[in-house]
């Protein structure tokens, strides 16, 4: 079993950055990739950005490319996310999520497991 656990949320004005991390217990998180979601009230879980095992590869949803990056110290066993010139619409609970393999990285349903989420609130 893996536990991951979020923190660095809070509430920030637009343009501002925010680091997310997501602490992992259990399980090496070097056997994992991992994956960042987000989710809105009455909304479905959003994909925001996934990272290989290895940090070989990325890959963001298009609302974030340019200005988000996931990154992760495996030594640490902690994923990050940086968030910069954030907007209003970056409002929503983040989660992160890791699975030992994924197809495309993008459906929430591709990961076994989920921390329990970090509030981030922009406000304008």
């Known amino acids: 079993q893996v536990q991951l656990v979020e923190s660095g949320g809070g509430l920030v004005q637009v343009g501002d950055s925010l680091r997310l991390s997501c602490a992992a217990s259990g399980r090496t998180l070097s056997s994992l990739v991992m994956a960042w979601f987000r989710q809105t009230p009455g909304k479905e879980r959003e994909f925001v950005a996934w990272i290989t095992r290895s940090s070989v590869a990325t890959a963001y949803a298009d609302s974030v490319e340019a200005r988000f990056t996931v990154s992760r110290d495996n030594a640490k066993n902690t994923v990050y996310l940086q968030m910069n010139s954030l907007k209003p619409e970056d409002t929503a609970v983040y989660y992160c999520?890791?699975?030992?393999?994924?197809?495309?990285?993008?459906?929430?349903?591709?990961?076994?497991?989920w921390g329990q989420g970090t509030q981030v609130t922009v406000s304008s």
């Open positions: 999520a890791g699975g030992p393999t994924i197809d495309t990285g993008r459906a929430p349903n591709e990961y076994d497991y």
